[in-house]
């Protein structure tokens, strides 16, 4: 590394260098995963009939597909839940061709507590269905 300063590679080394790393590693591992299948339980009892979703086998996102007769667009439902004090990513910015991402969502399970992602969940869910009925 070119870049960075002497003082910042030595204390990466340290780190790289102790031996309670592989530890530390195998703690955030079980952590991330507790996190990433509670948010998952949660999505089951939100977003069951509404989103079609894979458990993801690494990173920090579940990405939602919603089932909607008529596509939505998202980006229409970040003001609302934002609004109520929730966020996400809307999926179709993330889409080369931001047409076939309607409809998709990207949501981060590595953050919230399990309280938070309880409430923001179902607002998100409550926000979904109202979209899918004035949709019809």
């Given at each position: 590394d070119l870049h960075s300063n002497r003082i910042s590679q030595w204390l990466i080394l340290q780190q790289l260098r102790d031996p309670g790393r592989e530890a530390r590693l195998d703690k955030l591992r079980d952590d991330y995963r507790a996190k990433r299948d509670h948010f998952n339980d949660c999505l089951k009892r939100t977003f069951a009939q509404s989103a079609t979703w894979q458990v993801p086998p690494g990173g920090l996102f579940?990405?939602?597909?919603?089932?909607?007769?008529?596509?939505?667009?998202t980006r229409?439902?970040?003001?609302?839940?934002?609004?109520?004090?929730?966020?996400?990513?809307?999926g179709e910015p993330f889409f080369a061709d931001e047409d076939t991402?309607?409809?998709?969502?990207?949501?981060?399970f590595s953050h919230a507590s399990h309280h938070d992602v309880e409430r923001g969940l179902a607002v998100l869910a409550e926000l979904v269905q109202e979209q899918m009925i004035a949709a019809r």
């Amino acid at each position: 590394d070119l870049h960075s300063n002497r003082i910042s590679q030595w204390l990466i080394l340290q780190q790289l260098r102790d031996p309670g790393r592989e530890a530390r590693l195998d703690k955030l591992r079980d952590d991330y995963r507790a996190k990433r299948d509670h948010f998952n339980d949660c999505l089951k009892r939100t977003f069951a009939q509404s989103a079609t979703w894979q458990v993801p086998p690494g990173g920090l996102f579940f990405w939602l597909r919603l089932n909607s007769e008529q596509p939505i667009d998202t980006r229409t439902l970040l003001a609302p839940a934002i609004e109520r004090s929730v966020a996400f990513m809307p999926g179709e910015p993330f889409f080369a061709d931001e047409d076939t991402g309607i409809g998709t969502m990207r949501l981060n399970f590595s953050h919230a507590s399990h309280h938070d992602v309880e409430r923001g969940l179902a607002v998100l869910a409550e926000l979904v269905q109202e979209q899918m009925i004035a949709a019809r």
